[in-house]
Each structure stands twice: as structure tokens, then as C-alpha cells.
């Protein structure tokens, strides 16, 4: 009996392993499962990828405004310098020389001024003796004229006595005499005067001229110790110094070099002022762009420290933009705490800036968001930001065909109308995709916003006319949906799978994404809810021959 079971026994291990080894292992395209996964709570971190070049914050340019030839340097790469070192020497002979005739110029117009003011003292003196002359002239006229005064009384006198027969003739003759002498007297020193006073007034002129004579000495030295003060500028100027407190990273100089500085001035030192802070300028994308703000955190690393990761902050977006080959960047600058000197001007960046850091949010899996069952469109971004409903930036006005064929694929799955009102909706959509390209045709990028804008509410207005009540409500709530505010999060969709084992989807707000995992701002789900990332049923192939799909072969290990 005990060998009859153990045949028994060992007959059905050899047919069940027959079958398994012989079976075919194709089976139909259609029978794939679904693959799943959980929605969770936990952190993501949206960030911003770029890259830039370490350059100081501020750079100095130390060049010559003379010409002449290097015969000193006195700083070479890597040189720390202080504000007003002497780094390199010109040629100053010729300027010596110069600066030695200028001096002679300047001391012989003062020894010019030194006479010019004698001739000028000398003349002020003349002029004060012959004041002193004409003075004493005018107290002799003033004498003269009281002798004359006294004469004529006297003359008076004694021809009123001569009349009377009183006085003698010889008495009357010397009184006629004394008038007359002293009126010619009087008359000499009047002339005197006169002579002294335009003797006076030749002296003013001279005095005058003199003066004059002193300004222009003055002038004269001024003029020429201002030349001498260019000669000597430009002497100092042969010692080239640094205007700042830094280190040298770029030399351009030779010693025995002949430096031409007639046309523009050269480059002979790079200074930079402090590479204990440095500065990134990064290269970032327009379409990033508006998630940077001020402040936000940025880590980064550098091929010279592969396994070093170096912080830093936004420091600001230049508003200045750049378009190389149509595509437009826009300069981001990164502020870096360099003390230990280990980055070094000209170093190529790899940035990462945090735009966002959600430490416990609902999330769901990217591949949940890509995934749409046979029959939806095949992209989330056409489907989602494509719509004509509420286009994200001008990107809704590219979307062209897919964008029409994603909002019919939308309204059919969500409002499901009837089959008189897909015809209408249809024909409404194929009437939008036709005239869509000749409205917008030779207009500018405003007024092409301004018609799209026009012709959405137009488009939403038709289609919600060709729906009943019911579903006209649920179509404008579509529309309130995709015209939320950004802070309400983005559109998205999920699928779960319903109670007969097929996806249906779930109308949910995203917010952010790390590229892996996106947050999950609002909609009907929560965490631990399964949610649909892919497989599902599949074409299946055309028939090789009326028997049906070939099996595959029997499996051999």
C-alpha cells in the first residue's frame, strides 16, 4: 500500500512539474494588473537647478593714465595689497626734468612779482612827496594872496592920501609896485599847483600801472605753479598704486613693458577688493525665474570640492535679460561666506536654490500625476495646462489641436453629455481649432493675450449654451476650477481604482515638486489612499494568423 501512495504521490509531483515547466508563459496583452502606490505625508524640498561662475563682489581695474615704460613692479598674482601701495613704476625721467623747469618758471616770476611790487612802492612814495609839494604850494599861494590883499589897502590908503594932497607920489608908486608883484606872486603859485597836480595825476597812473603790473606777476606765479602742480600729479602718477585694500588676481604687465595709454587707459592690475564674500553669478532659466526670491537658501558645489557642499543666498535676479540663440536667461546673483579662501574667482558652480521647503505635506508620486488610463491624453501637461479653459503663462495659446482634444477628453470623462451634446461640443471645438491661428495672425503679444482671452469666454459660453442645467453648473465650476489663484495650487489629477477594479479619476490641487514626489494642496484624498502610477490593460496585437497570438516557448529556467 505504502508503495502504491508514494507512486501516487510522486506520478502527480512529475505531471504538476511538467505543467509548470511545459506551459506557455504568454498570456493575453490585456491581463497586465494595475501598479499602485500609497499617497504618504512627508517633506519636499522644490529646488532650482543652475549653474554659474565665482566672481568677486567687487573687481578693480588698476591701469595707467600715463605712457611710458614699466621699470618697477612691485606685486605679482596672489599679492595682498593695502589702499595706496605702490604696485608698479613708470619711467619718470623726462617728468623730472620737466618738473625742474617749472620750478626755475616759477621762481623767476617770483623774483618779477619781487620787483613789480619795489616799482609799485616807489611809485606810491613819489606820489606822496608830490602831494607834500603841491601842499606846500597851495600854503605859498595862500600867503601870496594875503600879501596881495594887504598891497592893495596899502595901495589904497595912499591914493586916497595922494588925492587929498597928503601923500607923496613915491609912496603911492611902491604901494602900485607891491600889488603888482604880489598878483604876479600869486599867479606863479597857481601855476605851481597846477604844474604839481598833473605831476600828481601822472603818479596815480603809475601807481596804477604798477599795480597792475603786480596783479599780472601774481597771475603769472599762479599760472605756473599750477602748471608745476600738473607736472608733479603726473610724476606721482608714474607710481601706479592700489585703490583698495585686496588681492591681485590678474597681472598684465612685463617689467621693461611700454605702457600707451593715449587712446584708453590700460589694464595692468586685477584687484579684487575682498574674497572673503564672493558672489555667483548664475545662469537662470525664464521659466524658473519666478520662483526666485531674495534670500532664499542655495547650496552648491565645485569641481575643485567634489564632496564639499558650500552654502549661500540669493542675493538678487538682475532685471536685465540675456537671449542667446532664443533662449532667455536672466542673471541670478548668489551671496557666499568665503572664509577659509577656498573658492577662487572664475570656479564653474552647480547650483541647487531651495524655492520651497514643506517639512509634512500629502503627497503623491509623479508617476501618479503622468498616469492616464487608454483613452485619456497622453500628457499631463497637455491635458492639465493645455486646456482652453485657464492657459498658464502662453503656453495655453500654443497648445494648438492637443490642447482642444484635452478640454473635449476633460468634459467628456467629468460631465459626460449626452450624444447630441458631444456633436455640438465637437463642432463648436473643430470651428475653435480652425479659426484660431487667422484671429491672432500680425497682432502683438498683448493684443494676441487680449483676442485669446476674448475668444476663451466666447469658447466657454458656447460650450456651457449647449449643455443642460446640470451639467452647465458642473462645466462652470470646471472653469472657476482652472481660474483659482496660484496660491490655490495647480490642477491635477489621480486615478484610484473603484469598486469594479477600474481607474477613475480624482480632481486634486497640486502645489509643489522635488521630481519626485508632488504636494498634494487640496481634493477628495488623504494619506494612505492607493492611487494608480501604471500597467493597466494594454492593446492588444493584430492576430499573426487566423489560430490566434503565438504563444511564447516553454521556460527553461
Known amino acids: 500500500m505504502r508503495k502504491w501512495l508514494l507512486a ?23 491581463d497586465s494588473a494595475y501598479r ?118 596899502t595901495f589904497a590908503r595912499q591914493n586916497e592920501l595922494f588925492s ?166 536672466y542673471t541670478g546673483v548668489i551671496r557666499v561666506e568665503n572664509r577659509d579662501m577656498a573658492l577662487l574667482p572664475g570656479m564653474t558652480a552647480n547650483l541647487q536654490v531651495v524655492t520651497e521647503d514643506r517639512p509634512d505635506v500629502l503627497r503623491a508620486p509623479n508617476a501618479a500625476l503622468r498616469y492616464r488610463p487608454m483613452g485619456a491624453a497622453a500628457s499631463v501637461a497637455v491635458a492639465e495646462s493645455g486646456s482652453a479653459l485657464a492657459p498658464r503663462g502662453g503656453r495655453g495659446e500654443g497648445g494648438g489641436g492637443r490642447a482642444i482634444a484635452a478640454l473635449k477628453e476633460r468634459i467628456e470623462t467629468e460631465l459626460q453629455p449626452t450624444e447630441a451634446q458631444k456633436e455640438a461640443i465637437a463642432a463648436i471645438l473643430s470651428e475653435r481649432r480652425g479659426g484660431r491661428r487667422e484671429a491672432s495672425a500680425g497682432l502683438s503679444p498683448e493684443e494676441r493675450r487680449a483676442t485669446f482671452e476674448a475668444a476663451r469666454a466666447e469658447l466657454n459660453g458656447r460650450i456651457a449654451a449647449a449643455l443642460d442645467p446640470e451639467r452647465r453648473t458642473r462645466f462652470e465650476a470646471m472653469i472657476q476650477e482652472r481660474r483659482a489663484p496660484a496660491a490655490q495650487g495647480v490642477p491635477g489629477r489621480v486615478y484610484v481604482l473603484g469598486a469594479d477594479g477600474e481607474p477613475e479619476p480624482v480632481a486634486v490641487a497640486l502645489g509643489a515638486t522635488d521630481g519626485a514626489y508632488t504636494e498634494i494642496l487640496s481634493g477628495p484624498v488623504a494619506a494612505g489612499a492607493v492611487v494608480v502610477t501604471g500597467g493597466g490593460p494594454r492593446p492588444a496585437a493584430a492576430p499573426a494568423d487566423a489560430a490566434g497570438p503565438r504563444p511564447r516557448g516553454p521556460r527553461l529556467f
Open 8 to 30: 501516487a504521490g510522486l506520478t502527480a509531483a512529475a505531471l504538476t512539474g511538467a505543467y509548470w515547466t511545459l506551459r506557455p508563459t504568454g498570456g493575453s496583452a490585456s
Open 36 to 153: 499602485t502606490a500609497p499617497l504618504d505625508r512627508g517633506r519636499i524640498v522644490a529646488s532650482v537647478r543652475a549653474t554659474g561662475t565665482l566672481t568677486p563682489v567687487t573687481t578693480v581695474l588698476v591701469g595707467s593714465q600715463l605712457s611710458g615704460q614699466i621699470v618697477e613692479i612691485l606685486a605679482d598674482y596672489n599679492s595682498r595689497v593695502k589702499a595706496g601701495q605702490v604696485v608698479a613704476r613708470l619711467n619718470s625721467d623726462q617728468i623730472k626734468t620737466r618738473r625742474d623747469a617749472a620750478q626755475a618758471d616759477v621762481a623767476q616770476a617770483r623774483a618779477d612779482l619781487v620787483v613789480k611790487r619795489a616799482q609799485l612802492d616807489r611809485a606810491r612814495s613819489t606820489r606822496i612827496k608830490a602831494n607834500s609839494t603841491v601842499s606846500d604850494l597851495e600854503a605859498q599861494r595862500d600867503r601870496t594872496a594875503a600879501q596881495l590883499a594887504d598891497s592893495r589897502r
Open 164 to 329: 587929498r594932497g597928503a601923500g607923496a607920489q613915491q609912496s603911492l608908486d611902491t604901494a602900485r609896485t607891491q600889488v603888482d608883484v604880489q598878483a604876479a606872486t600869486l599867479a606863479s603859485n597857481e601855476a605851481q599847483i597846477a604844474s604839481a597836480r598833473a605831476e600828481l595825476n601822472g603818479l596815480d597812473a603809475d601807481i596804477l600801472l604798477a599795480l597792475g603790473q603786480v596783479q599780472s606777476g601774481e597771475a603769472m606765479i599762479a599760472q605756473r605753479e599750477a602748471k608745476l602742480r600738473d607736472i608733479m600729479i603726473d610724476l606721482e602718477r608714474t607710481d601706479i598704486r592700489s585703490p583698495v585694500d585686496g588681492v591681485v588676481v590678474l597681472r598684465q604687465i612685463d617689467l621693461g613693458q611700454t605702457v600707451a595709454a593715449s587712446l584708453s587707459t590700460p589694464t595692468l592690475f586685477q584687484i579684487a577688493q575682498d574674497l572673503r564674500v564672493i558672489d555667483i553669478y548664475a545662469n537662470i532659466d525664464e521659466a524658473d525665474v519666478g520662483r526666485l526670491k531674495a534670500g532664499q537658501a542655495v547650496t552648491f558645489t565645485v569641481n575643485a570640492y567634489p564632496a564639499r557642499t558650500f552654502e549661500g543666498r540669493v542675493e538678487m535676479v538682475r532685471l536685465g535679460a540675456q537671449t542667446i540663440q532664443n533662449v532667455v536667461t
